[in-house]
């Protein structure tokens, strides 16, 4: 059951824009049908007479569409070309589907383009970056070469962020600030554009919504990418030195004795040199067996510390930087869904 | 009963602690000693085995060993005396640590016979070198030798400015994270000592070898 509901609530939102997007008007359709099959004068007489009655915007579009189609399709360009200014007069914003529609039709929606004043395609990126450090990308495409004027209003504000003289694509950046420097207030602000041509003029706009957020900041650093401290001491690799040198100076202090002993006193005893010795020699033995102690590695703590010392230096810039961004203010600016067309 | 005793002190230095031991600048424990003593000729040949102790201490550069010993010395068979005696000896080495394995040794040493007769007693001054070396953790070696200047001699007699040297070895071992210490030494003396009795200079050499085996606590 309520299954159900959600889904007739769900029709029902979804019907409702696109019965506003379709063609009530039976004259109108009746004009669509002729047109549909091939029956041009009918198409005409019908369309004609359906901009006679009472039509929704949308629908005098359409009204005026038909007929640049079937001026075109009856090879009058001229009137073709009228009827499709009044179709970008009315939606500023339309294009033609150039796979489905016949060249001739348009060339003369092109030729309509460039005798009307408009301003189309006023687009706005969505961007976040921080005050006075980025810029608003704001594009639009003026029809004829105009004196084209850009405002950002909201309320009492009203900055003008450009002035110029352009046909065709423009792209300004505006870095959102005030005149002060200070990064414009958050809230919602129309873009506006306003092109002039002695009497003629237009403007669109689009709406947009400028928030602040808090900067965000940088964590500080336990370790720097690609380098790893290194170990502080190393084993040395297992040498006979210990063993060599017990031997050596045991071999030193028995020969030392054996040179030494007075020739008169007969042979000298080695009793008591060779018992220390053999002791020296077999401690020398024991401890080339043994796994030798680390050593500190003199290349492995420079480093360590130059490490230290860089991450240190680092982390210093970084808390800088980090009071510096809890200063500033992160604007996102997004545009928002357009209430109308040009004028 | 030695092993209970022995136990008894490895129990008695594992309880110690730790702050007691921080500096460990100082050891101290007996020692078996063996040695051989000759004198005047190949005839007068003792053997001898007895105790002492040993005490090390030391402070930055310096270091100091003292050692006495008692030793009772026995006719040895291959000689033709006849009475035992007993050896006194007190020895201190002062040492001041030069460079690298190098350290300077200055020191004397005496020893006291008894039957005053039946050897020479003795006392000189010694002056030398030591030169260590750390065979592994907690394993040093030495070797040290030197002269002995000016001695004096019970029944008398001169030796010649280069005429007494001497020589020595040593090991020691820390145990029980160096609380316990076995050492071993080796000490050779030679003093050619000549005599005269108005009939010119005879010789009257006097040649010692030690061993010293001992255990030490280290604080």
Redesign the interface.
Known sequence: MRTRLSLAILLALVSAPCMAQTIQNATLRRAQQAFDNLDYRQALTAGQAALRERLTGYERARAYELLGFTYSGMDSILRGVDAFKQVILLEPERDLDPTKTSSKALSAFQVALTQVLVIRQLHVDSVTFVGGQGVVAVRYTVTQPARVVTRVVSGQTSLKIDSTVASGQVNIRWPARLPSGDPVLAGDYNVIVEATIGQNNFATSLPIRISHGAVDTLPHLTSLPGYTYLAETEVPPKSWRPMGLAAVYTGVALAGTAALSNGNLGSSSMREGGVIGAGLVLAGFVMTLKKPAPQPARGNILYNQLLREQISRRNTEIAQENTRRRQQVALSVVPLSRAGGGR | MLEWLIAAVVVFLSIFPTFQLSAQHFSIGPQMI???Y?????DL?Y?GVGGGAMATVTWKKLSADVAISKLTYKPAN?GTATQQFDAREFDVRLRYYVSGPISAELGFVNRTAKPEFEAQSMGAITAGAHMG?L???G?H???R?GLMFGPRFSGGGTISPLGA?R?????N?DALRGRLRFN???D?Q?V?RKTNDGSGEL?A?I?Q???R?GIAVAF
């Open positions: 063996f040695g051989d000759r004198e005047v000729s190949a040949h053997r291959d070396y065979l592994g953790p394993v070696m030495a070797l030798g040297l020589l020595g070895l040593g090991l071992v071993g030494d080796y050779f030679r050619s010789p050499p040649q070898s030690l061993g085996l």
